[in-house]
């Protein structure tokens, strides 16, 4: 019995929009013709980037609130030029896989039969119409930290993840971007497509394929084909592909079969992500590495010390909100040194010299504030930081996959550390306001109530006013409430002056401050003693 598979199509589908293509060969083309207009990385450079808010007025912001501002830096992307052709690579691939796959171009056979015929009367011509061995792919190499998955994932950003056709009866998934599991499973990560395919659609192709613990790796495999045919999958991203060197038998060699059969049989288009200890395997798999690399395998290290580091470290200090910015070109030789080029260890750093230099109450980036910052938060990753100072001394180590490992948590934990930074001076800060308010409302209460005014007036007074501005002073709030209270008066009793005024001439006349405000009308007079 075939399994019904359930469709609850989840929101956030878009219904395609159809522009016309850009070349003649994509005219007609629903694939196409229903994706944006495709931009150059030059083009898209001013929203490529995520840049965060920042405005002098900021710096004049409590030291907790600014140090919460350099939390900001988290989301913090930076477009550099050794970027762009990737970033041009994934919107060209997409259409590129889409070219040939075309749901609307159901003549092919009677095309064949007329190129055929046409042939036969002599007119010089290909029969069948010629069509790529494989899909457009490509693999993205480089080290933990240098922005892959985040250049990578930005650039599809661009595109939607699904479009709904209704017109033509099927919803299309233009991308999708999975982890190679940690053990290299094959069979893992065709479970994770099906079921990130669910998540997407509102399907239930996971379910239909079987027990996960049952299930064969080829039913899978062609459950997959099916539905990718189906969806009309435009480019299959897979991150952290040094994770098949983990496989175990032959795990390796049918993740790689998989991923060229992907290209070469249904014309997906396949990205892989990794780091450089993917790159001797995808070097001994020729064909693999033909295949998945047909345009080209991109390798990314880390920045050079060059003008593309003066440029990316003179863009980042823009985001000072210490109140003495600095020059970070100043600074370059320190912070190249402590971060060696690497694009997240420069914006951790940067992060951390700043809280550090909030909370010292220095305010100020110095050369020696960022080497004790790295020397105290940097521990984790110093022995990579090491090897990379000396290549040649220690370069089996920079792909020996503990290393790799030990180097990915230690960034993962550093970022870990800005926000703990931040939140604990937070928690201490709002800690001494609450104790600063509870001390500054009990002095305003004494000195009210030593003027005789009566406590549950003042008490009354007293919570509002500090309930609605939390960091008022005691002074502050004597004046506020005695001003109120004389603008409370009336006729004669205005005319007398002020509280204070009261006040000090009944002190002058010898009479109580509570007999005075008593007989003003503010107080209610005391009880005499039987």
Known sequence: MTRQVKTLLPLGVPKAIYRPADLPEHAGNPLIEALPQFHQ?????????????????????????????????????????????????????????????????????????????????????????????????????????VGKSTVIERALSFLPVTILHEKHHFIQVVWMKLECPQDGSLKQLLLDLLSKLDSLLGTSYCQSSGNARNITIDRLILDVAKYSVMHHLGVLVIDEIQNLLDANGIGQEKMLNFFVTFANELKVPVVVVGTPRALGMLNTTLRAARRIGDHGTYLWGRLPCDDEWSYFLGELEKYQWTLHPVQLTELSSVFYEQ?????????????????????????????????????????????????????????????????????????????????????????????????????????????????????????????????????????????????????????????????????????????????????????TPAKQES
């Open 41 to 145: 990385a030059t083009e898209l450079f001013e929203v490529f980037g995520r840049f965060p808010k920042i405005s002098d007025d900021e710096r004049n912001f409590s030291p907790s609130t600014r140090m919460l501002a350099v939390l900001r830096l988290n989301d913090y992307l930076e477009p550099l030029p050794s970027q762009f052709d990737v970033i041009d690579k994934i919107g060209l691939i997409v259409r590129a896989g889409y070219a040939h796959r075309n749901p609307l171009k159901k003549g092919y056979a009677k095309e064949i039969i007329k190129f055929y015929r046409e042939s036969m009367e002599g007119k010089i011509q290909p029969i069948y119409m010629s069509k790529p061995s494989t899909a457009p792919s490509f693999a993205l190499i480089g080290d933990s930290g």
């Open 339 to 523: 971060t060696q080029g690497i694009h997240a260890l420069i914006v951790k750093l940067f992060q951390l010299s700043q809280l550090q230099a909030i909370r010292d109450g220095s305010e100020r980036i110095t050369e020696e504030l960022i080497k004790d910052v790295a020397n105290d938060k940097f521990k984790l990753v110093a022995p990579m930081l090491d090897a990379l100072r000396n290549p040649k001394k220690n370069g089996k180590k920079l792909v020996d996959k503990i290393f790799q490992d030990l180097f990915i948590d230690g960034i993962n934990k550093i970022g870990i550390d800005v926000e703990r930074e931040v939140k604990l001076v937070t928690l201490k800060e709002q800690a001494l306001i609450k104790k600063q308010m509870s001390f500054e409302r009990v002095r305003a209460i004494s000195t009210l109530m030593s003027i005789g005014i009566d406590q549950d007036i003042i008490q009354q007074a007293v919570t509002s006013l500090f309930d609605a501005q939390p960091t008022m002073t005691c002074n502050y709030a004597v004046k506020t409430i005695l001003k109120s209270f004389n603008e409370s008066l009336t006729g004669s009793q205005i005319s007398t002056g002020n509280l204070m005024e009261i006040v000090k001439t009944a002190a002058a006349s010898g009479i109580s401050p509570d007999t005075a405000l008593a007989e003003a009308g503010l107080v």
